[in-house]
Antibody, heavy 120, light 107 residues
Framework: EVQLLESGGGLVQPGGSLRLSCAAS????????MDWVRQAPGKGLEWVSG????????YYADSVKGRFSISRDNSKNTMYVEMNSLRAEDTAVYYC?????????????WGQGTLVTVSS | EMMMTQSPATLSMSPGERATLSCRAS??????LAWYQQKPGQAPRLLIY???TRATGIPARFSGSGSGTEFTLTISSLQSEDFALYYC?????????FGQGTKVEIK
């Protein structure tokens, strides 16, 4: 059974940093692209970032480009996102996503999410 | 950026009725479109991909159609568990983008 377990969320001040992790199990992690999708309170879904199965290719939404950095460690079956210069508008539940293929397409499996709150 | 527009924002339906949800892309996305269902307090789940292929375990009452810029998600006979939020998402171009969602509520 596919399991995606996010961690690292919490309260951070504007301008601060946070690193989210996603521990994956139940599938061959190194074969699939992975993504982060976020949902602000009471709002819709926003794709944030994606990383190819090998980790060589990374992609970002314009809203986070230059501030967020996605990575993965295939030996640990874990994906990360380093979030810097955080803003109030980054407040959201961040979902870890297993993609269907080795590059980001559609979102096959979702974690339960971790809440990031950016506030002073 | 590809804009995805869903309509209507809210659909008020009764159990057993047929629901039709629309999703329009600002440019052609070919058939690179997915649909997701989200219930309160839960993560979304994949319903449909490649515009018309049901994901594993999705009941046959859910069907998707369309290509290019116009897409439809149809729920043939609404069950109590189908009242939820529905999102479309394109994966034809970067960045991947979602529609704003359609809420299917009980009338």
């Amino acid at each position: 059974e596919v399991q995606l377990l996010e961690s690292g969320g919490g309260l951070v001040q504007p301008g601060g940093s946070l690193r989210l992790s996603c521990a994956a199990s139940g599938f061959t992690f190194s074969s699939y692209a992975m993504d982060w999708v976020r949902q602000a309170p009471g709002k819709g879904l926003e794709w944030v970032s994606g990383i190819s199965s090998s980790g060589r290719n990374t992609y970002y939404a314009d809203s986070v480009k230059g501030r967020f950095s996605i990575s993965r460690d295939n030996s640990k079956n874990t994906m990360y996102v380093e979030m810097n210069s955080l803003r109030a508008e980054d407040t959201a539940v961040y979902y870890c996503i297993k993609d269907r293929f080795s590059v980001t397409t559609y979102f096959d499996r979702w974690g339960q999410g971790t809440l990031v709150t950016v506030s002073s | 950026e590809m804009m995805m527009t869903q309509s209507p924002a809210t659909l008020s339906m009764s159990p057993g009725e047929r629901a039709t949800l629309s999703c329009r892309a600002s440019q052609s996305v070919s058939s690179n479109l997915a649909w997701y269902q989200q219930k309160p307090g839960q993560a979304p789940r994949l319903l449909i991909y490649d515009a018309s292929t049901r994901a594993t375990g999705i009941p046959a009452r859910f069907s998707g159609s369309g290509s290019g810029t116009e897409f439809t998600l149809t729920i043939s006979s609404l069950q109590s568990e189908d009242f939820a939020l529905y999102y479309c998402q394109q994966y034809n171009s970067w960045p991947r983008t979602f529609g704003q969602g359609t809420k299917v509520e009980i009338k």
